[in-house]
């Protein structure tokens, strides 16, 4: 923990070197305000929603509406591959961490060690979040380096109980068909 504390401290200190100190706690009090943290509450404490049986972290607004029409639109385009239940609920589970904000502050090197332990707090928060909030399952919550597929990225699936498949799931149109009608 000190480790971190240190290397969170070093970003701060070179973003606001106006706060005369290293320990990040100290910076809440300086810079930040009881607004600015109910923005960022659920950052740490994600909204979860829960969809066909499976948990999605919720952090753009409206997610529970946006990912419920997604799942129940067919794939635009028959050239896009398969994907099933399990792949599908990981995709919407995968969060960039560069693409969280809008902002960033400082070089691309401070930024990039600022998002990397932003993410290391998050992994550890959001998996509290999904344990205190769904004991009955096991989720890995973790972070994978950047590749050429994605970014650097928090990505969050469900271990157990395995997911099951809505009925009236497509892989190859990647949604949920309405049942045919007799």
Avoid: C
Wanted: glycine content about 6%; charged content about 25%; overall charge negative.
């Amino acid at each position: 923990m000190m480790d971190e504390d240190a290397a969170v401290g070093r970003i701060l200190q070179q973003s606001y070197p106006e706060v005369d100190s290293s320990d990040p706690v100290a910076y809440v009090s300086e810079l930040g305000d009881s607004v600015q943290a109910l923005v960022y509450s659920r950052l740490f404490w994600p909204k979860l929603v829960e969809i066909e049986g499976a948990v999605f972290v919720a952090l753009w607004g409206d997610d529970e509406e946006y990912i419920s029409a997604r799942i129940r639109t067919p794939a635009a385009s028959r050239n896009w591959g398969a994907m099933s239940w399990p792949q599908v609920v990981d995709s919407f589970n995968k969060f960039e961490v560069a693409h969280i904000f809008r902002q960033s502050r400082g070089s691309e090197d401070m930024v990039e060690s600022a998002n990397r332990e932003l993410a290391s707090t998050l992994v550890q928060a959001w998996h509290a979040r999904l344990a205190t909030s769904y004991p009955g399952r096991k989720f890995s919550v973790r972070f994978a380096d950047g590749d050429e597929s994605m970014g650097s990225r928090i990505e969050v699936t469900q271990d157990h109980p395995p997911l099951v498949t809505p009925e009236g799931w497509s892989d190859e149109l990647r949604a949920i068909l309405p049942e045919p009608r007799p």
